[in-house]
Each structure stands twice: as structure tokens, then as C-alpha cells.
């Protein structure tokens, strides 16, 4: 959530980033209007208390206070009554109300892009920063993950849907094994890097959604149950953002970084015609996720190095990848700057996102309440927030059946994950 007092100090700034985004900056104006009624309620309800409390004392003072207070009676009936409408009126626009007209246009205000993030209104505006290694050249037509994994029997995307319907995938055999042995790999190397594991909970409540910005502007995308008002976690970004939520932290102990590998829930869509088949584009699938709290001086310093430990474990891997820093226009709705790591896919001849980092500043932080000290002596301050894929896990095994096929249609793994693995290679 923005500061409601930056919107006040600087709302052209707010409305220039909304602009960059390629969004309507009109809803600034309306947040200026519902906060100088709340304001102005709020000056009234003094008003009009110390105009209360002013013929209280002269009742108190008259001579003949019984006939002062027949006198003063009805003005100071109808003083309550004012106050109690004033204040009725402030309570229904404050922020911390869910229902305020003013708290809804504050919740779908998306985080302002830093001044170095590339202008630009899609994807396709993108700026590539940089590459590492080469993608393979086949002597062979290379075939789509799809088509290998079924083969080698360790994909099953029909019995899945028999199950679930369509977005679901079936792992089986090596290839259940292979997918464990990612997430080990992933999770032992960020806990080798100072990561500490948190395995949370994957239900979670609309308090914990929202104060991580994803509700109420990604509700459809959610799957839910609604007796008990609980979500099922899109990403393990949202319990690991708000486990310190409501807490004041110790600023000699930040950065503090944690590190989850769960399933995640999402009602994904996606382009029309574009990943029906395969792991690509899934309602559950699984991710290892990486999130830090820091203090602000630090954080687009700390982005550059938790985008580099998703980098190292492409790196080890041997796939193929770049990075690409993502424009104004397709920067996510929390980012203030965002970084996409996108690997080679030879079955699509394209480089295709496999992790996502960014730098939230205080966006989520301001929601959840997280603050730190820099000394005991020291007003709290905001934490930033920042997060990133280490990295999902179905898209890994994705460039990893792709990017290691022979042409006999068994898969060669990368030397770092076979001790993972129990295995060097997947063979029909």
C-alpha cells in the first residue's frame, strides 16, 4: 500500500508512476478528495468537542447552573449528536476500514517503479541485461517436454486430468524423484547462503493475502475456501512476506532472508492458446521461493544479490539463461523494480521466465506492519520487502528434459544434481 502522506505531498509523482504503468491516473484525485473529507470530519469532531466541552465549563460556572443547563441543554444535545455523525464519517473513510471507499482505491494502487526501471507499456519493451551460456545446437529436431516425458513414462497429463481436469500434471517414477531432487538441491543451497527454511502453513488467511498484495487485486486468481475464509497460497512469498508481520525487528539483524519450497495455487489463464500442453501454465505446481526483509538504504543492493543467487543455480544447472529487467508497463502490481530470469527452451526456440525478483520497498511492508529499530533508542521503521523464484521447480524440469534430450529420447542431467538425483540419466 502507498503512503497515504507521499499521495498528499507529491501526488503528481503518484500519477506520473501510475502513467508508466499505462494506468488511469485519475484514482489520486479521488483518494485527495475521500482523505480532505476524512481530514476535514476529523477537524469538525474537534470543533465541535471543544464547542461541547466550552458550554460545559459555563454551566459549570453560572451562578444558577440548573438554568444554564436548561438553557445549554439543546446545544449541547445537538453537539453529541453532530460529533457522533462527524465521527461516524471519519470511522467509515479511515484507511484502517476495510469497507472505506478510500482503503478500496488504496488497495488497487499498484507500488510506484523506481526512476530505473525501462519505460515501456508490455513484455515486449523488456530490456535484456544480460546472457549466460549458449543454447545448445541439436543435430536433431529437439522435442517439446511434453512429448519426452511421456515417452520416458514420468509425465502423466491424462490420468491428471482424469483427477483434477485440465492444468494438472501427474509426476511419476523418475520423474516424481527428479522433481524432489530439485527442490533439495534449490533449498540446500539457499540455506548454505544464509537462507533460513521455513516450511509454512499453504492455507492462509485473507489478513495474510492482503497484507502481501494480493488481495483484493488478484481474488479471481485465488483458489479458496469460503466457511473457513482461508486461501491456498499462490506462492510461499505471501506466509513467508507476513511471518513477521506485526513485529518490530532488529535492524543489527537485518537483512533477514528466508526460504520456502511448497506448492502453489493459482487459477492461471494465460495467454489465449498459449501453454494448453505440458508443465508451463499450471493450477498447482511447485516453487522454492526466496524472500528477504531489509532495511531500505539496502534494498535494491540486496536485489542484485538475490537475483544472483537464482542466477548461480542456473549456473550449476548448465541451462542457458538472461536476464531481463522488466518495463513500467509489465512490472508486477508490488514491485517497484523487477528483475525476470528467463532460461532456454529448446522445444519453443525461446528464452521463457522461470524466476521473477523484485524489490517491493515498503509496499507490503507498510500492510503487514513490519518494522524494524536501528537502535532501542529509534523511532520504528518500515522494512522493504523483496522476493524471488530459487526457482520454480515444474519450469526447471522443463529446460532440464529439453535442454539435456538425446536423440534417442533419454535425458542427460547436469553433474550438480545427479547426487540429488540418485541418477545421471533418464532412458526409456
Not at 9 to 37: F, H, I, K
Request: glycine fraction near 8%; charged fraction near 30%; aromatic fraction near 8%.
Amino acid at each position: 500500500m502507498l503512503d497515504i502522506a507521499l499521495i498528499r505531498r507529491d501526488p503528481d509523482r503518484v500519477r506520473t508512476a501510475l502513467r508508466r504503468r499505462g494506468q488511469d491516473p485519475s484514482p489520486v484525485g479521488e483518494v485527495l478528495r475521500y482523505d480532505e473529507e476524512y481530514r476535514s470530519a476529523l477537524t469538525a469532531v474537534e470543533r465541535a468537542k471543544a464547542e461541547k466541552n466550552r458550554l460545559s465549563a459555563a454551566i459549570g460556572e453560572a451562578d444558577d447552573k440548573a438554568a444554564a443547563a436548561r438553557e445549554l441543554r439543546p446545544k449541547l444535545d445537538e453537539l453529541a449528536q453532530r460529533i457522533a455523525a462527524l465521527e461516524e464519517r471519519a470511522r467509515s473513510l479511515a484507511i484502517s476500514e476495510p469497507r472505506s471507499p478510500l482503503r478500496a482505491l488504496l488497495d488497487n494502487m499498484p507500488n510506484l517503479v523506481d526512476d530505473s526501471v525501462p519505460g515501456g507499456a508490455d513484455e515486449t519493451a523488456n530490456v535484456e541485461l544480460r546472457r549466460w551460456g549458449e543454447p545448445r545446437k541439436f543435430d536433431f529436431v529437439p522435442k517439446p517436454h511434453w512429448e519426452l516425458g511421456e515417452q520416458l513414462g514420468i509425465l502423466d497429463f491424462a490420468r491428471a486430468a482424469k483427477l483434477s481436469g485440465s492444468r494438472f500434471a501427474a509426476l511419476a517414477g523418475e520423474g516424481a524423484r527428479l522433481s524432489r531432487a530439485i527442490a533439495a538441491f534449490f533449498l540446500d543451497r539457499a540455506t548454505a547462503s544464509g537462507y533460513r527454511e521455513i516450511a509454512p502453513p499453504l492455507l492462509v488467511s485473507r489478513e495474510t493475502m492482503w497484507s502481501t498484495g494480493q488481495l483484493s487485486k488478484f481474488a479471481d486468481a485465488m483458489f479458496a475456501d469460503a466457511d473457513s475464509d482461508l486461501f491456498m497460497i499462490p506462492t510461499s512469498e505471501v506466509p513467508l512476506t507476513a511471518f513477521r508481520s506485526g513485529e518490530i525487528l532488529d535492524g543489527a539483524q537485518l537483512p533477514v532472508k528466508y526460504v520456502a519450497g511448497t506448492p502453489c495455487f493459482r487459477k492461471e489463464a494465460g495467454a489465449a492458446g498459449r501453454d494448453t500442453r505440458g508443465l508451463m501454465r499450471l493450477h498447482q505446481f511447485d516453487k522454492v521461493e526466496l524472500v528477504w526483509l531489509a532495511a531500505p538504504e539496502a534494498s535494491f543492493e540486496a536485489l542484485e544479490t538475490l537475483t544472483g543467487d537464482a542466477e548461480s543455480l542456473l549456473r550449476e544447472l548448465e541451462l542457458p539463461y538472461r536476464v531481463v529487467a522488466v518495463c513500467a508497463g509489465d512490472i508486477g502490481f508490488n514491485g517497484a523494480k523487477q528483475y525476470d530470469l528467463e532460461v532456454w527452451m529448446p522445444g519453443s526456440e525461446t528464452y521463457r521466465e522461470i524466476s521473477s525478483c523484485s524489490n517491493c520497498t515498503d509496499f507490503q511492508a507498510r500492510r503487514a506492519s513490519i518494522r524494524f529499530r536501528r537502535d532501542p533508542a529509534s523511532k520504528p521503521e518500515l522494512v522493504h520487502t523483496l522476493n524471488g523464484s530459487g526457482l520454480a521447480i515444474g519450469r526447471t524440469l522443463v529446460a532440464l528434459l529439453e535442454n539435456g534430450q538425446q536423440p534417442d529420447g533419454s535425458i542427460v542431467l547436469p553433474a550438480a544434481l545427479r547426487p540429488y538425483a540418485g541418477f545421471s540419466t533418464l532412458s526409456l
